[in-house]
């Protein structure tokens, strides 16, 4: 089973709450839970990302973005949005090693996400306040609620 985790995480302290849990919604059911880091520590993460212009979008990358992450970056539907390449970029300066792919819309980047999601691994929404809506239809709409 893969699991869809959405955190709101636009400025460094929020990554303080990542740490110990993560807000998750089950692939196969709406029922929300909450994920304990330490519960699985060995999970390969799947994230869709943004950032606002007025977010301090570097330590947040520092602090979040980890090596092996598979990354779809896309904007959020403000235009205090961060282009995905320039998130792109953010993340090739720190030499983190892992994948990213700039994605069009919220719902491209998901189902990229979905797609890319193998069997255990975890996908994580978070950036910008600003994609949880259409992430939340979009996750309604995969498991029929």
Known sequence: MR????????????RAVLRSMI?????????????????YPDKRRVLVFTSLQ????ETVIQLLIRKGDRVFLTEAPTPRTRKPEE????????KIAA?????????????????????GDVVIICGSLYI??????????KIGN
């Open 3 to 14: 699991m869809t985790c959405v955190k709101v995480l636009h400025v460094p302290s929020g």
């Open 23 to 39: 807000w998750a919604v089950s692939r196969s059911s709406w029922t929300a839970h909450i994920i304990r880091r330490e519960q």
């Open 99 to 119: 994948v990213h792919t700039a994605e069009p819309s919220v719902t491209k980047a998901l189902d990229a996400a979905q797609k890319e999601a193998k069997d």
């Open 54 to 57: 007025d977010k301090d979008t």
């Open 132 to 141: 949880l809506g259409e992430a939340m239809e979009w996750m309604a709409k």
């Open 87 to 94: 998130i792109a970029a953010m993340i090739d300066e720190q």
